[in-house]
């Protein structure tokens, strides 16, 4: 059973890519929330999900798989796994997904509720975010799930040519930016666009300065 209802209220949002749509239309959020969240899984809001963190808000899952633009068979990094509501999104336009998630605690019962639901193009990892997956670099596309103060540069650096980069940005308290980065097929400037304010839980570890402040 899955999100009609959910998905048709994104639609009216503004959510146009039919893929996304029905992605969100085939899962059940209440299957990625604590078990006294579930009565409220189906609405347009975040949820926490124990140790600090939050299921993002349906809205932000579907704009921001949305603007990845992602293809099937495309390589895409997740960084912060969380519950795996997004991982098991990503996973149904059919990437091959790679995703990180720092804190253990949240990492094996994503893993068990992906296998449950038969999701095999996904690897996962407990790890830095912010150093991203350098061995299976390079990646088609790279989606942060929690917040830097400024890009990591190490995740940049694992984009293909033509690879899109999307992660919310900014300071722990104060405003952020969702921002999308794509890198150039050739040369060194990268493409940069602000698309919407957003309020991300922060990414655990801090990367160095050195790229786009």
């Known amino acids: 059973m899955g999100d009609v209802e959910l998905a048709e209220a994104l639609r009216r949002q503004g959510i146009s ?16 929330v604590p078990e006294a969240m579930r009565e409220v899984a189906g609405q347009d809001t975040p949820l926490p ?6 299921i993002s808000q349906p809205f932000i899952v579907a704009f921001m798989t949305q ?28 990437a091959e997904v790679y995703t990180v ?15 449950r639901l038969g999701l095999g193009n ?21 989606l942060g799930t929690a917040a830097p103060e400024r890009l990591p540069p190490a ?5 293909r040519p033509g690879g899109r980069l999307l992660l919310p940005v900014g300071p722990r308290h ?10 150039p097929l050739q040369g060194e400037v990268p493409q940069v666009e602000n698309l ?18």
């Not at 890519?17 to 990625?32: C, M, P, Q």
């Not at 804190?103 to 296998?115: M, N, T, V, Y």
């Not at 104060?174 to 890198?183: C, F, K, P, S, Y």
């Open 17 to 32: 890519d039919t893929r996304v749509l029905e992605v969100i239309r085939s899962l059940d959020r209440a299957r990625f």
């Open 49 to 54: 999900i124990g140790h600090g963190q939050t």
């Open 67 to 94: 603007e990845l633009n992602l293809q099937p068979g495309e390589r895409v990094l997740e960084i912060g796994t969380g519950s795996g509501y997004q991982t098991a999104v990503l996973s149904r336009l059919g």
């Open 101 to 115: 998630e720092s804190l253990a605690e949240l990492a094996g019962p994503a893993r068990e509720r992906l296998e």
């Open 122 to 142: 996904i690897h996962f990892r407990v790890g830095d975010g912010t150093a991203g997956w350098p061995e299976a670099a390079p990646f088609d596309a790279i």
């Open 155 to 159: 995740l940049y650096q694992q984009l």
């Open 174 to 183: 104060g405003a952020q930016e969702l921002v999308r980065v794509t890198r």
């Open 196 to 213: 919407l304010g957003v309020r991300f839980v922060p990414m655990t570890s801090a990367p160095p300065p050195g790229f786009l402040h």
